[in-house]
Structures are given as structure tokens and as C-alpha cells.
Nanobody, 114 residues
Framework: QVRLVESGGGLVQPGGSLRLSCAAS????????MNWYRQALGKERGLVAM???????NYADSGKGRFTISRDNAKNTVNLQMSSLKPEDTAAYYC????????WGQGTQVTVSS
């Protein structure tokens, strides 16, 4: 079982940037694909970005060109750098491995508002 703990959320103005981090327990972190999901109030949770164990990245259309996912296998962390943030990026952001049936962090709130 992998334990995931997110950090880095907060309030940011439109156009600003935030860096989310997810710390994972477990000695085989490097073998897992890692995902960032988000869920806005009243909406379904959706995939934002994913990175394979080998470093291949994919993004939802909403984040392409603005979000960058990265991982540090030595530190067991996966990060989501978000820039040019928009009010519609406001959501709880969750770190995940294994998809909907896998392991989830507790989430970190991102609020984009002036």
C-alpha cells in the first residue's frame, strides 16, 4: 500500500502559478505511474496529468501548455507545476496511483480568484 500526501495548494490570482507536491511512501515508488486528478465543486473528479515510471507524460487538454508534471524517484515525490492559472482551475487536487481503484492522497485545495 502506498501512502500519498499532497501539499502546495492555496489561493492564487488569475495568471499566477502554484507548485503542488505529492510525497509517497514505499520503496518501489519508481515503479508506479503517478497521476494528478482534480475535482471542482459539484463536478466529477478528472485526470489532470500523468507520468509513467519512465517519465513519459500526458496531460488533459485543460492543462496542456500550462501544467508540467514531474517526478523525483530518489525523493519519492511527484510534482505539478501550474502556471497561467484560471478561475476554472479552482478545485481540490489529488495525487493518485493506480487510477480510480488505486491509492489517493487527501487532496489539496487550489483556489484561483482575484
Amino acid at each position: 500500500q502506498v501512502r500519498l500526501v499532497e501539499s502546495g495548494g492555496g489561493l492564487v490570482q488569475p495568471g499566477g502559478s502554484l507548485r503542488l507536491s505529492c510525497a509517497a511512501s514505499g520503496s518501489i515508488f519508481s515503479l508506479y505511474a503517478m497521476n494528478w486528478y482534480r475535482q471542482a465543486l459539484g463536478k466529477e473528479r478528472g485526470l489532470v496529468a500523468m507520468i509513467t515510471h519512465g517519465g513519459r507524460r500526458n496531460y488533459a487538454d485543460s492543462g496542456k501548455g500550462r501544467f508540467t508534471i514531474s517526478r523525483d524517484n530518489a525523493k519519492n515525490t511527484v510534482n505539478l507545476q501550474m502556471s497561467s492559472l484560471k478561475p476554472e482551475d479552482t478545485a481540490a487536487y489529488y495525487c493518485n496511483t493506480g487510477g480510480s481503484g488505486g491509492c489517493w492522497g487527501q487532496g489539496t485545495q487550489v483556489t484561483v480568484s482575484s
